[in-house]
């Protein structure tokens, strides 16, 4: 059975309120027809619930863009994976590459985060990918790897079948480069054999991998069009409904 296409929009720290409400409303409005792919955004937390409301009735989800390890306690500052099913979301993106670059966060703080959202029955996006010294020393599939067992380190068949694997080359992400279908075929076909290893050949054709790296409406189509590609993680695109709603039509095509 094919994988059921899935495209999330990071909007990342983007929008006022008004902004927001008004790009989602664009975005459930241009999705609505394309009903063979499943849709979230991620707005900023302080949106959360204001995006929520317009969400209401609609087949698009709300992912959030972190989540504390913490249930609860003395953190200032961080959100706790209650309070996001609380406000309305179904997803939450974990060990995104500026959260490991920019706040230190390791492959075992992203399995910490993977095991409190699988409990609160928040479904994660959890993200991997190389850097361009990385990419260029031939350590892509190294580092991957190490990304991939160390966040999905004691995960059971069943929880990793909740999980999507996002493959997001660093030096792609905001650069206006992208990582060729072919490049990132490569590596997403790698990954699932990574899973395979992890849960069996069952769980590793039934995960949905996507790729994060300057998806846009011009590229999405053939990046879509590989085999291991099931959807995207979308940044900057996503904060333009027109392109963002054009990039889910491109997944809709691949079904």
């Known amino acids: 059975m094919p994988r059921r296409p899935f495209v999330c ?16 409303t664009d975005v459930v409005r241009g999705t609505t027809v394309l009903r063979d792919v499943d849709v979230a955004v991620a707005p900023p937390f302080v ?37 996001l099913r609380e406000v309305g979301c179904a997803h939450v993106i974990i060990g995104h590459s500026e959260r490991r670059a920019y706040f230190d966060e390791s492959d075992d703080l992203v399995n910490e985060k993977i095991g409190v959202a699988l409990a609160h029955r928040l479904d994660p996006i959890v993200c991997v990918g190389e850097t361009l010294d990385e990419r260029e020393g031939g350590k892509t599939m190294e580092v991957v790897e190490r990304q991939v067992r160390g966040g ?12 999507t694997l996002a493959y997001e080359p660093v030096w792609a992400i905001g650069t206006g480069k992208t990582a060729t279908p072919e490049q990132a075929q490569e590596v997403h076909a790698f990954i699932r054999g990574l899973v395979a290893d992890l849960g069996g050949a069952e769980v590793a054709d039934g995960m949905r991998l996507q790729y994060g790296g300057s998806v846009k409406p011009d590229n999405a189509e053939a990046l879509l069009a590989q085999p291991d590609i099931d959807g995207a993680l979308v940044g900057g695109a996503s904060l333009d409904a027109s392109a963002f709603v054009a990039i889910v039509r491109a997944a809709s095509a691949r079904v």
């Open 152 to 163: 999905l380190a004691g995960l059971s068949a069943e929880d990793l079948s909740r999980v």
């Open 47 to 83: 949106h959360l619930s204001a995006v929520s409301k317009k969400l209401d009735d609609s087949r698009v989800r709300l992912c959030a863009q972190n989540v504390h390890q913490a249930e609860k306690g003395a953190f200032t500052g961080e959100v706790a994976a209650p309070m």
């Open 9 to 24: 929009g990071n909007w990342k720290m983007n929008t006022s309120i008004r902004e927001a409400q008004g790009l989602v």
